[in-house]
């Protein structure tokens, strides 16, 4: 596999960003930032649910969670009843966190964590289910990395992709700029080109009301 799947860069960003970025979930943070948090980082919710609503019952599943992060999908994995689960994340302190997530709820015997980029650290070994959230932003090569994700996964995957919007995604290109961290964003027409390109037709492509930055695709590959 061509290492352009690999982001480092925003391995090295969120290993930085990883400790505030676990206190959107869980209701960690003041009544006042979740407020701010739910105007304006809206589609982190929104995702999370429909992520689930399409999954549904995981009672004996293998999940792939690639850029999983701290933990929050993980966590809602096993208590949706997933027999094992693998995430990967190229960020150490994420890793940590999810690790920490992860044995509050006891579910150490059922989660593999493995640092590294998406598909050179993924386990040869296929999977029922895969959950991509909050990664695709930073993947170089979209078509690579998508075949990558059809070779492993059996039945069902869910991603999302930043959208292009007319001023929040110049402004968010500027502010990763700064911090050495390459960004990119997709139109409905290159996400659908992607999913043609993998033969799958078995998908729905639903874009976050509103301003929202992100489009959620809910891939059915088998």
Known sequence: ????????????????FADTFDTFYDGKRSATMQWVDQRFRRD??????STFD?????????VLDIGCGSGP?????????????T?????????????SRVAHLGGEQK???LLGSFPESCPQERFDDAIVMGLMDYVEDAPSFMRALKSVVEHRAVLSFPSIHWFRTPLRKLRYRVRHCPV????????EGLVQGIG???????KIPGAGMDYVLCLTMS
């Open 87 to 99: 995430g990967i994340d190229p960020a150490p302190r994420m890793l940590e966190l999810a690790r």
């Open 1 to 16: 596999m061509s290492d352009k799947t690999s982001v480092p860069s925003s391995g090295r960003f969120f290993n930085e």
């Open 184 to 191: 990119r964003f997709y139109s409905r027409d290159e996400i």
């Open 54 to 62: 399409f999954l549904g019952d995981l009672t004996g599943r293998r």
């Open 111 to 113: 989660v593999e964590l």
């Open 44 to 49: 982190m919710f929104v995702r999370f649910q």
């Open 73 to 85: 999908y993980i966590a809602e994995a096993l208590r949706r009843g997933a027999a094992h689960i």
């Open 200 to 206: 799958v037709r078995g998908y729905q492509l639903t």
